[in-house]
Nanobody, 122 residues
Framework: QVQLVESGGGSVQAGGSLRLSCAAS????????MAWFRQSPDKERERVAA???????SYADSVKGRFTISRDNTKKILYLEMNSLKPEDTAMYYC????????????????WGQGTQVTVSS
């Protein structure tokens, strides 16, 4: 049974930093693409960053240069380091997993965590 559990969200002021974590269990972690999505009430869920078992990470244009995705395949933990946070980064952040391929759409990911809230105040 696949389980993804996010942690690390919170409230920060603009310019601040947060690090999100996603602990995975129940599957062969190394074979899966791991991704971070976010969703705010007035927007569709968007992929923020993704990282497969091979190759480099991918980022949404809105977070390039500010966010860094990484994964520890031994501990089965996915991270998202978020720096220079902006109020528009405010959203619920979700960890997601998909076998092999890092799709852009949320529909490509069958496994999801429960989400962790990030709030950035100006």
């Amino acid at each position: 049974q696949v389980q993804l559990v996010e942690s690390g969200g919170g409230s920060v002021q603009a310019g601040g930093s947060l690090r999100l974590s996603c602990a995975a269990s129940g599957y062969t972690y190394v074979r899966y693409c791991m991704a971070w999505f976010r969703q705010s009430p007035d927007k569709e869920r968007e992929r923020v960053a993704a990282m497969g078992s091979v190759g480099g990470p991918s980022y949404a244009d809105s977070v390039k240069g500010r966010f860094t995705i990484s994964r520890d395949n031994t501990k089965k933990i996915l991270y998202l380091e978020m720096n220079s946070l902006k109020p528009e980064d405010t959203a619920m952040y979700y960890c997601a997993a998909a076998l092999y391929t890092c799709g852009l759409s949320s529909s490509a990911y069958p496994y999801w965590g429960q989400g962790t809230q990030v709030t950035v105040s100006s």
